[in-house]
DNA sequence: GAGTGGTCTAGACCACTGT
DNA sequence: CAGTGGTCTAGACCACTCC
């Protein structure tokens, strides 16, 4: 067995036996060399081991620490329920609960949002979504949202709609009516005023290591997976009305789904 | 900007452009040292980064090469449905069609499974799932199973059951019951032999990069996530009476939940 | 045996943080 | 300023795979 993963082994039981609580620092990387009799760069080795498992984080300048399990925020389909349930009440209290709030429990003022609009040709899994040619012209709409008290975004989600389609009501293709707030009532609401009610939404979950810029665009630190969910939303004829693709840090995020069974006869 | 980050930026364009084809060679790292003027551990650096993202793969002695996409296997709620219906069915069918198979489309034969058997004392977060005293006895089944054509595991997973309740039938503190062929009709059958009937089953999931020891036990590969769902089934009355921790393959696994709306009056 | 990636060393300098 | 982690180098040897 390797050096590195001997010491990582090492620091790892001492990590998760709580020889090391959650939040203390660990000795330097010079010292930790002296103990362990190896160079920098095996020691080094070790560290990137257990960040990249997300138990230990280094800040730069001050030293490396036991990291401390994040606060996670629950997201349930029952969200979906609540937003359709908004769409035909009035625009005031549309306004003051939204499907951000559902899932995070903030409230409307603590909630930056910001939102940016764009067409795009449509890509070979989206244009077999929607049951279009490839290349027709998507509106893609990318949302992200922070709370003002955290320091760290929320989501990012990237949400498609055909652009024809959208294109009925002009209102829907004007990024001005998200910023700086969203639109009273969500999505549901929106394709409403197209004629459009949402029947079923599917969720495709999965969950990969992010990229250098998705760990920027969502403040991910070292060691965390993102959680990727394709929404495929679809009206009460079966057509595919709404895509997006929802981004989300895995630290900080449990996705709770609830199944119930029929009873025996 | 460092080094080792442009040449991982340089790299990934290539990627992601296609200019360098999923399933492709890199150059060898001497190459690429010499192409980018740069020395070894800054060059191993850079590809290290890509490795963490999932994007190459190396394989000692032969090369580094650009990963292709996994074949993801689906798994929906659905299972659950088709298990409580077979409850009541005669074994012969019980023992053609479990979960497993619903899962990956593979048939009985092509499934090799094994099963663990221990007792251990409740922890915290058990005890308050089953509201039991902490270090009440819990009967901890582990489960793996993986198909005879392909060559790594499918999952892996945890159940718990108390083991007074479990002990009203005998058969179901002996894992030899379950080996080498799962118990037919699977956790909801078993559960009916004892008078329970589940009724709801929430599922909370997670993503996190797995520890080494997960990427040994699921064969996965660097740069991959876990995806963790803890399963936790409620009877009729609402009693807490299984948990499980799934643990599943980030890379070869999409989890499907599906939301039906109620319609507007 | 030739070529590949995996491990390890000793030492240097830089960038960030707190005092 | 001292102490910390971040980057980089030149060079060595090992383990694996294929011919």
């Not at 975004?153 to 990237?158: D, F, G, N, V």
């Not at 009925?168 to 549901?188: F, H, K, R, S, V």
Request: net charge negative; charged share 30%.
């Amino acid at each position: 067995m390797a050096k590195y993963e001997r010491i990582a082994d090492d620091l790892r039981r001492m990590i998760t036996t709580g020889e090391l609580p959650a939040g203390d620092r660990l000795p330097s990387e010079t010292e930790l060399t002296a103990q362990y009799r190896v160079s920098l760069p095996t020691l080094r080795q070790a560290l990137s081991v257990l960040r990249a498992e997300g138990l230990i984080e280094a800040r730069h300048g001050i030293g490396t620490y036991v990291r401390t399990p994040k606060q996670r925020v629950k997201r349930t389909p029952e969200r979906y329920h609540e937003e359709k349930k908004r769409v035909h009440l009035p625009e005031e209290q549309r306004q003051r609960q939204g499907a951000v709030e559902d899932d995070t429990g903030l409230s409307f003022d603590d909630i930056e949002f910001s939102a940016e609009f764009d067409t795009e040709p449509a890509s070979d899994t989206l244009a077999a979504a929607f049951e279009v040619p490839v290349g027709t012209p998507l509106l893609c709409r990318t949302y992200s949202a922070r709370s003002t008290h955290e320091d760290k975004p929320l989501h990012l989600i990237h949400s498609y709609l055909v652009r024809d389609v959208a294109a009925q009501n002009p209102d829907l293709l004007d990024a001005a009516n998200e910023t700086p707030t969203p639109w009273p009532g969500g999505t549901q609401h929106q394709l409403s005023t197209i004629g459009i009610e949402i029947a079923t939404i599917v969720e495709h979950v999965t969950a990969r290591p992010p990229t250098t810029a998705e760990t920027e665009l969502l403040e991910m630190s070292d060691g965390t997976s993102l959680i990727c969910i394709r929404k495929v939303s679809t009206d009460t004829k079966g057509k595919t009305v709404e895509v997006s693709d929802i981004f989300l840090p895995g630290d900080r995020t449990e996705l709770v789904y609830t199944t119930k069974l029929e009873p025996w006869a």
